[in-house]
């Protein structure tokens, strides 16, 4: 009861994250913008933290694409 609700607040759209509907991309996306702002105001951890999440992100959705190609 409480992991439809969690993952509905979490995603701040009131919907869950769709694993195959490109979300991941788009974070990658907005994570990546989000590092080089920080790299430009002189916050290197968060810019750090900040690639390595979008880094995640577009290997998430790569593997996730592959496997939805070869389904």
Do not use: C, D, H, K
Request: proline content about 3%; glycine content about 10%; charged content about 5%.
């Amino acid at each position: 009861m409480i992991a439809p609700i969690l993952a509905a607040t979490l995603t701040g759209l009131g919907q869950p994250l769709q694993l195959f509907s490109g979300e991941f991309l788009r974070y990658a996306i907005v994570f990546f913008l989000l590092a080089l702002l920080a790299t430009i105001v002189g916050a290197r951890g968060v810019a750090g933290i900040s690639m390595e999440i979008a880094r995640i992100f577009i290997f998430l959705f790569l593997v996730l694409a592959i496997v939805s190609v070869g389904l």
